[in-house]
């Protein structure tokens, strides 16, 4: 199995963009909040004023910008990475704690929890309850023709006791709606299927290998 490792940043899903924004009845201060792709107005309070500011050279641009340069240069933090592997099917793998004892190899049945979610967070299925924190662990068998690829390639090389956190394509996911792990229950395997198009978050925990 091929095997890439990748530094992603912390926060690649969204980039909040920046704009400027003028505090009412101020004309000293600058707040900025959002994206470029807007130019703030300025709004001179008398034609006076106004006519003053441009027979002194200065302008709406400057005014924004000079606070800028003014104010003291911050120190800059190294952004918060998350290390992941890219296996070669395009799953990414995140390891949380790496466990104990002998790998799970491919052949093995293993015991594990999982929590499955759609790439936005949302919540699909898991086999913890969420209220009562009781688990209903599922056995696998580390055989892509009986479970997910992807599912499959989290769960082996992983030890007892670890846990990761995956975000699985739907190419190596739910091509077959036969395929393991599917809940039984009609609402949560419905639930799970009509997802089956889009990729999956898995955070996986083994707690045996059989």
């Known amino acids: 199995m091929h095997l890439q490792l990748q530094v992603l940043p912390f926060q690649t899903l969204q980039q909040l963009p920046c704009s400027f924004n003028f505090p009412p009845r101020q004309h000293k201060d600058v707040t900025i909040k959002g994206s470029h792709s807007r130019h703030p107005s300025v709004s001179v309070k008398s034609l006076p004023r106004r006519v003053f500011l441009q027979l002194m050279g200065f302008s709406p641009i400057s005014l924004c910008i000079y606070p800028l340069f003014a104010a003291p240069m911050q120190d800059m933090n190294e952004p918060e990475v998350i290390r992941t592997l890219k296996l070669s099917g395009g799953v990414r793998i995140q390891e949380i704690i790496e ?3 002998r790998e799970a190899r491919d052949g093995d049945y293993v015991q594990v929890n999982y929590v499955c979610r759609r790439s936005n967070g949302y919540f699909v299925h898991s086999t ?3 209220f009562s924190g009781e688990s209903s662990p599922v056995t696998l068998p580390l055989d892509e023709n009986q479970i ?15 846990k990761r956190r995956a975000l699985i394509p739907p190419s190596v996911g739910y091509i077959n709606e036969n395929l ?3 809940p039984d229950e009609f609402g949560p395997r419905r639930s799970l299927l009509s997802h089956a198009k889009e990729p999956l978050i898995f955070e996986v925990q083994l707690l045996k290998i059989l």
């Open 99 to 101: 466990g104990e004892g």
């Open 128 to 130: 913890v309850d969420q």
């Open 148 to 162: 997910i690829k992807g599912l499959k390639d989290v769960l082996t090389g992983m030890k007892v006791g670890g």
């Open 180 to 182: 393991k792990s599917i």
